[in-house]
């Protein structure tokens, strides 16, 4: 790489650090799900929404602040993970193995949830807006400004001791 590409290549990793930030919660017991390392050529559109989109205007978007009211409830932080692992495999019965769960608990969390959203989350097309949703709000808190603190995150730690450390 020339010196000159270095501002775009540093512009770049921390735009793609932003989509790979951690949760705060802890994964599912047992879980080899860890940390994922995202390259920003992966990114597509969704490169454009972290430059473009700002904090105040993620703030301002209704199925982010729903997604908030559920993570504030009691169990919050399990159902947001239930829903990100729904949004990501698009079938209750593979979040419920990815998440070490009976299929009947994903279910009822699935629609707890719904009633919140207001829209049903199995359909095609509002799984996408689910999945926009949790990656504006996963966006707003891994924004510089929002950021959570390196050292409440499990994933981080458990990152720090691997191979990719280095590289970091």
Not at 12 to 38: E, M, W, Y
Not at 66 to 92: C, H, K, N, W
Not at 143 to 150: E, R, Y
Request: with cysteine; hydrophobic share 45%; glycine share 4%.
């Amino acid at each position: 790489m020339d010196v000159a590409e270095l501002p775009t290549a540093w512009q770049r990793a921390k735009t793609a650090l932003r989509f790979t930030h951690p949760n705060t919660h802890p994964p599912p017991p047992d879980s080899k799900q860890g940390p994922i390392l995202v390259a920003y050529e992966q990114l597509g559109g969704f490169a454009a929404v972290a430059h473009h989109v700002p904090v105040e205007a993620i703030n301002q978007i209704e199925d982010v602040r729903v997604l908030d009211q559920l993570a504030a409830e009691p169990g919050g932080d399990d159902m947001i993970r239930t829903l990100e692992s729904v949004a990501a495999t698009e079938s209750l019965r593979s979040a419920a193995k990815i998440l070490h769960l009976h299929y009947n608990s994903v279910a009822h969390r699935v629609a707890k949830a719904e009633q919140v959203v207001g829209f049903v989350i199995a359909e095609s097309y509002l799984l996408s807006r689910l999945m926009l949703a949790l990656v504006l709000q996963r966006l707003r808190d891994s924004h510089p400004v929002t950021m959570v603190p390196v050292q409440r995150c499990a994933s981080v730690s458990r990152l720090a001791n691997t191979k990719y450390s280095k590289a970091l």
